[in-house]
C-alpha cells in the first residue's frame, strides 16, 4: 500500500499498517515562492491548523490582558508583543510534532520516502531523492493524499515576487509588520484578525462577500466585529500590482470597484488568501487514467474515494466536492483502509460536519446555513429560531457583545428536524463540537429544549432559543 504524502493527517495510514499490510509513504514538501519549507505532517500541522490557532490564542490573550484590568489586575503599560517569542515557540511546537511523526512511522514499520512522486504506470510511483538516486515503489493499492497549496493572482503584477501567502506567514522570523491580506476566505479572515489582535495594522482587501459557502448573515457579523476590533476593510477593490519601494516598502495599486477609482497604499507585508488549488498537477495522472475536474483540478471520486483507476484513491482537499477540512481526509482514509483491510463496507458520510473559522469572534457552524435551507426546502417550510446574546465574562469588562449571534435552522413540520445550528462568540468550536453529536443523530428543536442548559455558560443559549425570525420579535436575550 502506497499512502502518498501525508498533508491530510498520519492516522488514517496508520490504520492501514495495524492490519498487518506492507506500508509505504512518500511525502515532499515544495518551498514556497518565498523559499518556506517545512517538516513532516502535511498543510494542517505546519502551515494551518496549529499554527493558526497557536497564533489565534495569542492575540485573544491580548484581549484578555485589557479585559484584566476591570477585573482588579494590575497591568503595567504598555502591554507590548515581540513576534519572534510567539513565532519561535509555535515553530518550536510544529517541529515537535514533525518529530512525534516520524517516530510513530518507524515504530509502525511504515516505509518513509522524503521525495516528490509521479505515477510511472498505475501501480508504480517513481521519484528521485536529494541525491539524485531513483526510487521505484510498487503497491496494489494507492492513496493519493497530496492536499492543496495557496494561489498566487497571477494576472497582478509582482504578487510572486514579493507576497506571500499563509505558506510563509507562520514561519516568518520576523513580525511582518503593516499587513494587507488580499481575499475574504476564512484562511484570510483568521490571519488577519490575529494579525489585528498582536497589535499590527492590518488590512483586509476582498473583492465581493466574505466567507463563501458559509452563512452570510453570520459571515457578515464576523466581518462586522473585525472591523470594530480594528481590522479595516477595503471592500469591493481588487489589486492590480504591487510594487517594491526603495524603504523596501511594498506599493499596492488597487482598483476600487464601486468608486471607480484607483487607489494606492504602502505596507510591510502582502499576503495573499484568494484560495487554494489542489496540488496534482505533477503526479502524472493523465498517464494512468485518473480523472479530474478541468476547471478545478481536483481528483474525482465516487463515495468509496476511488478514482477513475479502480486501485487508486483519493481523499482530502485535493478530492471534488469534499470539504477542505482535515478532519473529513482523516476520517474518510480511516474508513477507506477499513473497507480495503477490515472486512468493512462503512462508508465517509460527509453530511453535517462541523466546523469552526478562528476569527477574533469565532464563528461555529454544523449542517445547512440558511440559504442552503431555503434553496432546498423553500422558505415557507424552514423555521429559524435566533437569539443576540452577552456572554458573562463580557460583562465585567465592558465588551461590546453586538456580534454574538446564534441561530438554529429547523425544518416547520412538527417534528421540527435540526438542519443547521450556527454560533459567533467565545470558544465557538468547542460549542459546536458538543452540538454535532445531537445534530448528526437527527435531534430536533423539541428535543434541544428539553435539554438542560449548563448556567452560566454561552451554550446554555442554544437551549433556550425560542423566538423566530418569522415573529419578527426582538431577539436580544436579556437577563441572566
Known sequence: MIFWSLVEGLEALLVQKKFGRKVAVLDYVEPSPQGTAWGLGGTCVNVGCIPKKLMHQAALLGSAIKDAQHYGWNISQPVQHTWSVMAQGVQNYVKSLNWGHRVQLQEKKVKYFNIKGSFSDPHTVRGLTKAGKEIVVTADNIVIATGGRPKYPAHVAGALEYGITSDDLFWLKKSPGKTLVVGASYVSLECAGFLTGIGLDTTVMMRSIPLRGFDQQMASLVTEHMESYGTKFLKRCFPTKVEKLENDRLQVTWKNA?????????????MWAVGRAPDTKTLNLETVGVKTNSETGKIIVDASEATSVPHIYAVGDITEGRP????TAIAAGKLLAQRLFGQ??????YDNVPTTVFTPLEYGCVGLSEEAAVQRHGSDNIEVYHAYYKPLEFTVAERDATQCYMKMVCLREREQRILGLHFIGPNAGEVIQGFALGIKCGATYPQMMKTVGIHPTCAEEVTKLHITKRSGLDATVTGC
Open 258 to 270: 464601486d468608486l471607480d477609482t484607483e487607489e494606492t497604499d504602502s505596507f510591510n507585508t502582502v
Open 324 to 327: 477542505e477540512l482535515t478532519p
Open 344 to 349: 468493512s463496507s462503512e462508508l465517509m458520510d
